[in-house]
């Protein structure tokens, strides 16, 4: 037995806990890899880091000794009473129990975490509302194929699309079940999330709102997806003349949402933004 696995149990014991499905508990116990995290994200004294579930605090071990600052959130309350008590010695560590999703999220400017992989999504979401410069983070396997997924793939995805339009996005490592405690079913891997310094083409809200009804159903043709969208709110003799609009003013109203790439994902909003500008009474920004 590693030398880790010992000391995750000893610590899941002192704080009284056994690891829960629910809230995503697997504890990762290669020491290489958790090393490999940190030097990934390059930490220093200059930076503040922000770490979403914090465990049993094996990760933050190693960042509160490079960090100028830890922000250190975990739901758990056992966990973060551990936490408190693990790090009481540290000053530039501040241990926050609250679940990620319903905080807003303190000032930093990496992210560093082994995610709780059953909220992956809503919190890659609200990391793309955050101001950050880096963020190295544990993700299942599979999740992360959809994160750094292109167009034509089965993985295209809102996600995909939403990460793309804001960020740079990289697998680092896949890393093995194995390396966790308890083992999970599959795979993880490490991603790094680097925003983009620049001022987006379309407003980010415009172009998730638009993704979010196109990507529900990536198989069909953009025009037609739109059209389904409003077609209730049309009086049945002004539905034609809508669709005929729509075809027009939209250049990729004939093609397949899996085929479009972020920047005619732009296009479409933008075409889309004016032509409703248009139909008052049709709301979707
Ligand atoms: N960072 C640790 C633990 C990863 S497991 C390690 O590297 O081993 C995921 C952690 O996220 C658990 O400690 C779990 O309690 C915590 N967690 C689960 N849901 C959460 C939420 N909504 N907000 C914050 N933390 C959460």
Redesign the pocket.
Known sequence: MTELIIKTRDALIQAGISP?KS??????INKDVLQRQVDYANVTQEDTVL??????G??TELLVRKAQKVLC????RK?AKFLENKFKSYENIEIIH????KIDLPKANKIV????YH?SSPITFKILDYDFDLAVLMYQHEFSIRMVAKPRTNDYSRLSANLQYQATVRILERVPKGYFYPIPKVDSALVEIKLLNKELPVAKEFFRKTSLVLFNTKNKLVSTIIYDYFKRELPKEDRLTFRRDLESKLTFAKTRVRELLIEDLVLVTRELVEFLETKPKLLLY
Do not use: H, M, R, T
């Open positions: 829960k809230l995503s508990q697997n504890f990762l770490e979403i579930g914090g465990g049993i094996v990760l959130i975990e739901y758990d966990l609250a679940d990620i999703l975490a082994n995610l709780p909220i």
